[in-house]
DNA sequence: CCCGGCGATACCCGGCGGGTATTGATCCGG
DNA sequence: CCGGATCAATACCCGCCGGGTATCGCCGGG
């Protein structure tokens, strides 16, 4: 099976429509539909159900979706790595969410790149749900993850130290002076919902808040009195004074991880983890 | 990049010999220098450092090789899962260790057998090791390891119970009839060395004891008097009559887990694993 | 110094991937 | 009930590229 193979099937049974699906693809539609023909002929296996009027995937297409996007992840992840280990770049790319684990990136990058042989390390800040995608395509190489929010399915990982959360609410708003709340009394402030955070496919759920994609954008919404949130106690190290913080004991508490791509065996990730772990306050 | 140039030059990278990698490929050799040539040229790349009389990797080029062997073992999976989700086959493949976790195997398929919407399970026994390569290849879905001797690296797990570690000696042996051994004693026996597993590419470490790759091997060795092994305690379930255990309090305990690949999120893999976690006797 | 091993180069051929034009089936609006 | 619109499949052509054979160039060893 062909890379080439699995990309226009993806791209098939995305849209679910020939046309469309070669468009994006830039060929045309005829070469599409006898490239997906002959991958069915090939695997032995009807891929698609298709009627004149509509296309819709077979059981079997749908595992080879799932485990073709995996595939061509892995592919793209070869293709970069490559490219990254030859062309002098960044010897590391470091990814975490914008805004969160400030507490302990600074000591993980200077502790690293105090070590003799350091490479250098890129930092990479992105939204919500997308360090696994840009580890498991190669974009990445070690990310801080928050447990239980995002998921260490298929990385290897380190437990770098758990912490508490707390809430955040606009400085002025009556519950800042609050000694604690209570998880249930954190969604219910009056006026202050909780945002809404995408789900993996970047789809956001149905509810009253404000959909956000990043802390910063957060705690603005939060300074501008249209949200509250319930997030990790390290965030109070760099927190906006028009903000302030109530402890939320009854909050499960957040494992943060460093987490890199099963295979990877490199001495620099090696180093990098050591150096997270040595750079905890507690370990 | 494409999955053929992967396994052309993942070939000439195992045995740095384009003749013979090209013989193994089934192609002849000039076609072969110059897929490897059109690769490198496509990825801006030096993978290989020719002289006329030998070929070595560059730093670039064994990055290729680790990363496009984990992308050619993705894109067989979807390959084999695909064929098995169509052509009827068995549903699942679960994969252990021949002679390992005997113990809750039969509770587990048929606690998950009884479910409605059961589909068939086969299983599959196999050496020590391999469970790792088979559920990457798509060739297995789900595995039952043993920690910390098998890794988890890179796949979603459950644990599934602990248990400590009792030697096993010959029925006649004068240590059978002790109450417990030291590790560093179990080592020691006179006459009856600790057998040598396989690393993951198959060789074997130096030393004095006898090469096995798997538990009923070694078994046979043992009531031979060839060898004494650390083992779960599970083993003694099903052992022979001419052998004898003596617990090993401060062996190291073995978790049993069971793991499958971390993006299969498929409804008959979760189902079985909650069968597992209901057949553990205390969970 | 010549021979043997090995990768690179030169050159040819056939198949396959890609394009355009068209057909055929199905749904929908009038 | 018919005609147009939509969309995948088919037919057919072309140029590239993957594969083969023959040969060269480089280098190390006897």
Redesign the pocket.
């Known amino acids: 099976m062909?890379t080439?193979?699995l990309r226009?099937f993806v791209a098939v049974a995305e849209d679910?429509?020939?046309?469309?699906a070669?468009q994006r693809l830039?060929?045309?539609?005829?070469?599409?539909?006898?490239?997906?023909?002959?991958l069915e002929r090939r695997l032995g296996v009807t891929l698609?159900e298709?009627?004149?009027?509509?296309?819709a995937l077979t059981e079997a297409g749908a595992v080879l979706l799932r485990e073709g996007r995996a595939a061509l992840d892995s592919v793209d992840a070869a293709d970069r790595r490559t490219r990254r280990a030859a062309s002098g770049g960044p010897g590391l790319v470091l990814v975490t969410k914008a805004g969160a684990a400030a507490d302990l990136l600074p000591g993980t990058l200077a502790g690293y790149a105090a070590q003799p042989g350091a490479v250098a390390v890129d930092v990479l800040l992105c939204g919500v749900g997308e360090q696994e995608r840009l580890l498991r395509t190669g974009r990445a190489d070690v990310a801080l993850l928050h447990l239980p929010f995002d998921s260490v399915a298929g990385f290897d990982y380190e437990e770098l130290g758990t912490q508490g959360q707390v809430a955040i609410v606009p400085a002025g708003h009556p519950s800042a002076t609050l000694e604690k709340l209570t998880m249930a009394e954190a969604a219910a402030l009056p006026g202050l919902p909780l945002p809404r955070w995408p789900n993996r496919d970047g789809s956001y759920p149905d509810g009253p808040g404000p959909q956000v994609r990043d802390t910063t954008q957060l705690l603005q919404l939060i300074a501008l009195g249209r949200a509250a949130a319930v997030l990790p106690e390290s965030c109070r190290l760099h927190l906006r004074a028009d903000l302030a913080t109530v402890p939320v004991p009854d909050a499960p508490p957040v494992t943060t991880v460093i987490a890199w791509p099963a295979h990877s065996r490199s001495l620099a990730v090696a180093r990098l983890v050591r150096a997270a772990q040595a750079a905890m306050p507690r370990s």
Chains 1, 2 share one sequence.
Not at 16 to 20: A, E, I, M, N, V
């Open positions: 062909e080439r193979e226009y679910l429509h020939f046309g469309r070669a830039g060929i045309a539609q005829p070469p599409l539909s006898r490239a997906i023909r002959q698609l298709r009627t004149s009027r509509a296309v």
